[in-house]
């Protein structure tokens, strides 16, 4: 009868052993998944909270039907101008600035007018700092470019063509003029920023997404 006991108490002790074991093992599978669930929601909330920062650093055009992403903060500021050049009646010129660069010429003005803004109604001077003709083929964009001696070969979007639902969209790549509308050093070398920060994110152009 002790023999038996005894034989009864070693297997009590081993199936507590064993459950012991096997809660420690359940227990750190529980650990484990936890532990990748979270990181995995984490990443997930980082991509999505990236997604919407981007998404405001958007810029659309919406009746020419494109958008850019924006570059160093800026606010891009456009104004459509009529046909240019009666030999390409769709031939369209887009002016544009930037909106820091129309509040530095405000500051720099008299009785709150700016220098270097798009508005054709009030009595400020206007000033564009950069510009983007649309045009409606290739063709007419070496024929528009003839001084440029420009071939089919150059209209691609690391030369600033970007060909956008059927049309041609040419980015400005040097100034548009020499002068500033600015009147300070600290404004003129804004103007610099400003225009080369606006030609980076036009060089993003696209079709809306």
């Known amino acids: 009868m002790q023999k038996i006991q005894r034989n009864s108490g070693f297997g009590l002790l081993g199936l507590i052993t064993i459950l012991a ?28 909270g990236n997604t919407k920062i981007a998404s405001q650093n958007v810029f659309k055009i919406a009746e020419l039907g494109v958008e850019f992403d924006v570059k160093g903060g800026i606010t891009p500021v456009y104004y459509e101008d009529v046909t240019q050049d009666p030999n390409f009646t769709n031939d369209k010129r887009v002016e544009l600035t930037t909106q820091q660069l129309i509040d530095e010429g405000r500051r720099e003005g008299k009785a709150g007018n700016t220098q270097c803004g798009l508005d054709r109604t009030d009595t400020s001077d206007y000033f564009d700092i950069t510009d983007m003709y649309i045009y409606n083929s290739v063709s007419d964009t070496i024929n528009d470019g003839i ?63």
């Open 21 to 48: 074991i096997v809660a420690l093992l359940g227990f750190g599978g529980w650990y484990v998944w936890l532990v990748r669930t979270n990181t995995q929601t984490n990443k997930s909330q980082i991509s999505q």
């Open 147 to 209: 001084g440029l001696r420009l071939t089919s070969s150059d209209i691609t979007p690391a030369n600033g063509y970007f060909n956008i639902n059927g049309k041609i969209f040419a980015v400005r790549q040097i100034p548009l003029s020499a002068s500033y509308c600015t009147n300070t050093p600290s404004g003129n070398q804004l103007e610099k920023q400003q225009f080369e920060l606006l030609r980076e994110s036009l060089m993003t152009l696209r079709a809306i997404q």
